[in-house]
C-alpha cells in the first residue's frame, strides 16, 4: 500500500537548535508538501516541490528550509528552531496535477516542541 | 488570494442527527473542491472532491455540491454516529501553483 512515513514522531527542541524532519513517500508521487497544524488555523502551507532538487515557497516559510534530495524524500529544516515553532507538522504528497491528480496523501504527522 | 471560510469551529450532535458543516470559499478561476477528515493522532483522510458546478461528491454517507453561484460546498449527512468524531476540513485547490488551500477545520463532536 502506498504510504507518506515520517520521521520522528514527535520531537523536543531547544531554542536555537536544528531540526531536520523527514518525509518519505512510497506513492511514486512527483508532488510533496509540507503543512504546519495550529489549533485554530488549520493547515497552512510551508514549503512545497514538484520534482527533485526543486522547492518552492508556501504561505508561511520564514524560518523554515525545504529539502527534496530525490522523489521520495522531502526533508524540513529548521536551522534555528524557536518557540513559535512548535506545532505539528504534516507532510503530503500528489500525483500529477496535469492528470487532475491533485488529491492529497498525508503522514501522521511530527509533533515537535520547542523548548 | 483564495481562501476557504469554515463557519463552525465546532459541532455537538447525538447519534442520528443530521449534519451540515458549512464551507465557503474565495478563488479565481475553477477550483476543485474537497472535504478532508481527520481522527485524533493521525494525518488528514481524503473524504472525497467534486470538480464542476452542481456535482456532488460523496463517500461514507457524506455529501457535498459544489454550488458556484453561492461559492459553497457545505458537508451533509444524514444520520451521524460516534464514530464520525472528527475534525472535517475543506480545501480548494489551486491550479495555477499546484497547492491545496484548507480552511481551519471543524470540530465534530457526536454523543451517544
Known amino acids: 500500500e502506498a504510504a507518506v512515513t515520517q520521521s520522528p514522531r514527535s520531537k523536543v527542541a531547544v531554542t536555537g537548535g536544528k531540526v531536520t524532519l523527514s518525509c518519505h513517500q512510497t506513492?511514486?508521487?512527483?508532488?510533496m508538501y509540507w503543512y504546519r497544524q495550529d489549533t485554530g488555523h488549520g493547515l497552512r502551507l510551508i514549503h512545497y516541490?514538484?520534482?527533485?532538487?526543486s522547492t518552492e515557497k508556501g504561505d508561511i516559510p520564514d524560518g523554515y528550509k525545504a529539502s527534496r534530495p530525490s522523489q521520495e524524500n522531502f526533508s524540513l529544516i529548521l536551522e534555528l528552531a524557536s518557540l513559535s515553532q512548535t506545532a505539528v507538522y504534516f507532510c503530503a504528497s500528489s500525483g500529477d496535477w496535469g492528470e487532475g491528480q491533485n488529491t492529497l496523501y498525508f503522514g501522521a504527522g511530527t509533533r515537535l516542541s520547542v523548548l | 488570494g483564495d481562501s476557504v471560510t469554515q463557519t463552525e469551529g465546532q459541532v455537538a450532535l447525538s447519534e442520528e442527527d443530521f449534519l451540515t458543516i458549512h464551507c465557503n470559499y474565495s478563488a479565481s478561476g475553477y477550483p476543485a473542491l474537497f472535504w478532508y477528515v481527520q481522527y485524533p493522532g493521525e494525518g488528514p483522510q481524503f473524504l472525497f472532491r467534486?470538480?464542476?458546478?452542481?456535482e456532488k461528491g460523496s463517500s461514507r454517507g457524506f455529501e457535498a455540491t459544489y454550488n458556484k453561484e453561492a461559492t459553497s460546498f457545505h458537508l451533509q449527512k444524514a444520520s451521524v454516529q460516534e464514530s464520525d468524531s472528527a475534525v472535517y476540513y475543506c480545501?480548494?485547490?489551486?491550479?495555477?501553483?499546484?497547492?491545496?488551500?484548507f480552511g481551519d477545520g471543524t470540530q465534530l463532536v457526536v454523543k451517544p
Open positions: 516541490s514538484y520534482v527533485a532538487d
Open positions: 467534486a470538480s464542476r458546478d452542481k
Open positions: 480545501a480548494l485547490s489551486d491550479w495555477d501553483n499546484n497547492r491545496i488551500f
Open positions: 506513492n511514486n508521487h512527483d508532488y
